[in-house]
């Protein structure tokens, strides 16, 4: 039964996708930028957390917390140093921006961290693997999907009942007419990049658990998250989670059926192909231009 | 184009000339012909940047048009480079082509290898359109390293022999520099004339709004792709110029970062200018020579694994910075500055 074993396995790294997916499609939705600096983000949420742990010697429950909220202060930071100034400019410049963050961030992390490949003094979860008949799966990979799973049930009712969730989703429909019901947009964006620094945090503290911390191991996850974020589509969160589960699972089969190595482009293979058939993505809104 | 007060055209010759007037010519000729003397004077160290600036310039200049001019944005600059660089590699090892067809024939191929990528363009713009080539960066490199490994070496280092025409061998920096810049300099000759030609003005439109260029009149199909083919052509000649002048070629040379590099030559010299992206190729480079220079001393101040570790930091970290601040305080780049800069010059003593 490998079919099965390769399926679960894509499934829960597909939920791990599709949360990181999340974290990009919450600040493309308010904002209209594309958060390639994703990936650097899960680094410095993990060294955070190890820096906490190993350095400053917090016992588990209080590290935790206090990672998760200084990664929300940096994403803050970021936010107000460098893409407020750019509201209103060109498409390139949000992608250049971010881009730069990515850099910038690669550049600090190697500055504070420097290169080896570390892990957490403490496992933050068991390691053995759980056994269901033939189907080995990584008891990490399981809390992994089990904490995306809540970070989407928290997020989705944080959109459907909080003040704040109304006020971004008001946004993410058109900033001058969010702006002109009297909505804070500023605010709004800044809430947004907090949150999207928090998804990136968790899993970045997670996926640090399961493939090691180091300024390389890390972003090429969110690399790979990139083309499920335009398989589902740009704006839609529910295509963010279909996206993650389909690229995980796509990965995982080709991976184990046809060659381990072409598993690793898979995904972007994947994405242009969606590219051609449905450009929008599978979810997204197909744009209407008016000159 | 901005004239000094008092200054007319004529002809229509007038209008169009590059070269202007009698100083013009002697600063043009002067200039050329003190590029060409560098290598009777400077080192080998000095001529090894004066080559990569060159190789960045052609590579930096295609992209230039088809980001700067055309609007569209790619992440795959460097990928296009490897295609160059692979095919020249190829045809030179493998099928003894001599140099002079080797790098037109990859030029070529790396163009139309771009064509392909850049087919969604059609349909797709904006980060759909950044995100499919950023599939070509990590598409092309993959296919170097487990397609038909017995051609490209895999990923380990493919060796490339040095150019020979009859028994010259360029195998220094001093020989292979008068391969390198005179195509460096056509290069920006055909890029300027390109953008003033039918073919720019109908980029230019595209870039600003592509469905009231094709209302116009302007196929999209044809102008978008031969963006991406001018680009990926520029990219395949200094890829091919990269194999014969590093003499040994792996896919990690042509990665991503290379990718964010040549954007971020742009970004700081003025998207959409000639003269803006030469400047903004020698500033980026200069300053990767500056902090290469610079963090050696590092070990003064701190042990060697910390200075090892800050000195990587510190390249990624400073470039981050730059595009940023670039970015934010001026997005119209050093372009704009050196149009002030003439304009100050050219009205001294008054101010306007």
Known sequence: MYFMQFLLNGILIGGLYALLALGIVLVYKATRVFNFALGEMLALGAFILYTFMKVLHFPIWLALPCSVAVIMLIGLGIERCTLRPLIGQPILSAIMA?????????????????????????????????????????????????????????????????KSGLFMRATAEGHDTAQATGINVEHVFAVTWAIAA???????????????????TLPVMAIKAFPAVLFGGLESVTGAIVGGLVIGIIESLVGGYINPQLSEITPYIVLLMILLIRPEGLFGLRRIERI | MYRPCGTFDQTYRQTMAIVRTRKHWVLTFLGLASLMAMPLFLSGRVLHFVNLVGISMIA?????????????????????????????????????VPFYLAIPAASIIAGLVGVVFGAPSLRIKGFYLAMATLAAQFIIPWLVMNVRTDLTGGSSSMLVPSPRLGGLVLNTQQSIFYLIIPLACLTVFLVTNLTRSRIGRAFLSVRD???????MGISLLRYKLLAFFICSLFAGLAGALWAYWMRAISPDQFNLMESIWFLGMIIVGGMGSVVGVAFGVVFIKLFDIVITLFSPSLTVFMSPQLAQDTAAGLSPFVFGLVILVFLILEPRGLAHRWE?????????????
């Open chain 1, 98 to 162: 971010t881009l730069a963050l990515s850099l910038m961030i690669r550049g600090a992390i190697l500055f504070f961290w420097g290169s080896p490949i570390v892990s957490y003094p403490q496992r933050l979860m068991p390691a053995r693997a759980t056994v269901f008949g033939d189907i080995y799966l990584a008891n990490e990979l399981i809390w992994t999907f089990i904490v995306s799973l809540a970070c989407f049930a928290s997020l989705l009712l944080f959109f459907r009942f909080s």
């Open chain 1, 198 to 216: 928090l998804v990136a945090g968790i899993g970045g503290i997670m996926l640090g658990n399961r493939f090691g911390i180091g300024v390389t």
């Open chain 2, 60 to 96: 930096a200049q295609g992209l230039n048009l088809l980001t700067g001019f055309a609007g569209q944005i790619s992440l795959g600059q460097s990928a296009f480079m490897a295609v160059g660089a692979y095919s020249s590699a190829i045809l030179t090892v493998h099928l003894h």
């Open chain 2, 209 to 215: 709004n592509d469905l009231a260029a094709e209302m």
């Open chain 2, 340 to 352: 002030i800069a003439k304009a100050y010059f050219r009205l001294w003593p008054f101010k306007y």
